[in-house]
């Protein structure tokens, strides 16, 4: 361990083959420690007061840290050990408390702004797609399969670029966090961005459906999570849209639920008819709820749900099928069984909210409103049919009559 009179010439152009510590003689227990990558990091090493064991805090990294402040943060290192503290152990304590929200303020306001010209969009992801997945974990508690459940989610959902962008933030992130100490080893190192997913057909057998629906109330599920499970089987819209819903989409007098436009995936407003059973389940969610316009119905934080954490809850809680499953196979069964009991192909589409041949074009948009009272009924003898399946009851479904076709 050589020693020297460091100098910020010294600093700039030292070169070694194996890491190599330089300790500063005019500051004690100051070290220049120098990896045969380049990284230059500044430490202090002291015994601590308590018991004589010798300790090692990271200061910074030069050039960010230059050689003045490391000498000014290294007495003062000093001085808080000949007061009986202990900076590395205070450090590491600091470090095993922070969460993944903390993590991030710090990554955005230390790295991000300063290093990127897209940082809103890294605080954006962070906000959106990870911090109501992880945000209250421990950063020193993430595992990698935290991760991969929020890349997968968005995968699975057909938002692959999505997908990839999300990891290559969280990298970057954790990246940096063990650049900087704040933890020992990514939990993101090793994850390579997902293939383009296969797409699904999965339909659900009418067994199926049973089995997901009857193990609900024991699943270990938070009841705004059975809520919303039950509302993706009830409505068959998208699980975003249901997570999403609030108190002022909803006309409880009328049984109508409104999603806005902006939130859904064709930019069309859709009115989706509630029946009895999903008015039902609507109703102890706004009971709830706050009583602002814009309260969210299913929420832990105050915030809606976010449709990864039902995927989530899907991978985690409920995959107790031989074949797996993912909440997006509700949709698609709800659509098919429609079929099945003879709810007409345009009405189905009608209550999907998905345009195509059937309901494409301006005709399509002016026919809208007029499928309401058709997807009321549709929706109806599809949550009649739903219970029959789920109590094994025979159904005694009335055919979708031709003459209520748009």
């Known amino acids: 361990m050589p020693r020297k009179n460091l100098t910020t010439r010294f600093v700039e152009t030292v070169k070694i083959e194996t890491r190599t510590d330089f300790w500063d003689d005019v500051v004690r227990g100051l070290v220049l420690r120098v990896s045969p990558t380049g990284v230059k990091a500044w430490t202090v090493v002291y015994s601590r007061e308590s018991d004589g064991e010798k300790r090692r ?27 009986g503290m202990d900076p590395a152990g205070d450090k590491r304590a600091r470090r095993e408390a922070m969460t993944v929200a903390e993590l991030a303020d710090l990554y955005v306001e230390r790295y991000a702004k300063r290093n990127k010209k897209s940082w809103a969009e890294d605080e954006r992801i962070l906000r959106v797609d990870v911090l109501p997945m992880i945000g209250r974990i421990k950063a020193v508690a993430v595992k990698r ?11 699975e959902a057909g938002k692959l670029t999505q997908s990839t962008h999300i990891l290559a933030v969280v990298r970057k992130m954790f990246g940096w966090a063990v650049d900087e100490e704040y933890l020992e080893v990514s939990p993101a190192a090793g994850i390579r961005p997902r293939a383009k997913p296969v797409q699904r057909d999965r339909v659900l057998s009418a067994d199926e459906v049973r089995r997901i629906w009857k193990a609900l109330p024991d699943a ?3 009841p705004v999570t059975v809520e919303v499970f039950k509302l993706l089987f009830l409505t068959g819209q998208r699980s975003g849209e249901v997570c999403g819903m609030r108190r002022g989409e909803v006309d409880l007098d009328k049984a109508l639920w409104t999603i806005p436009s902006e939130r859904t995936k064709n930019g069309l407003t859709h009115v989706v008819p509630l029946s009895p059973a999903a008015l039902a389940v609507v109703e102890r969610a706004m009971r709830r709820a706050g009583d602002e316009a814009s309260a969210p119905l299913f929420t832990r934080t105050g915030e809606p749900l976010e449709s990864n954490a039902i995927a989530k809850a899907a991978k985690l809680k409920l995959q107790i099928l031989e074949e797996r499953w993912t909440p997006h196979d509700i949709r698609r069964t709800v659509a098919t069984m429609m079929g099945d009991i003879g709810i007409l192909p345009h009405i189905v ?54 003459g209520n076709a748009a």
């Open 349 to 402: 589409e009608a209550v999907l909210n998905h345009i195509s041949g059937f309901r494409a074009g301006v005709a399509g948009i002016y026919n809208r409103a007029k499928y309401e009272p058709e997807k009321r009924r549709a929706l109806a003898m599809w949550a009649e049919y739903l219970d029959s399946v789920v109590e094994r009851r025979p159904g005694k479904i009335a055919p979708f009559a031709a």
């Open 145 to 155: 399969r935290d991760l991969l459940d929020i890349i997968d989610a968005k995968a």
């Open 220 to 222: 270990a599920l938070r």
């Open 57 to 83: 805090v990271t200061l910074g990294k030069f050039p960010a840290l230059s050689l003045e402040k490391a000498r000014r943060k290294a007495l003062d290192a000093v001085a808080a050990v000949s007061d």
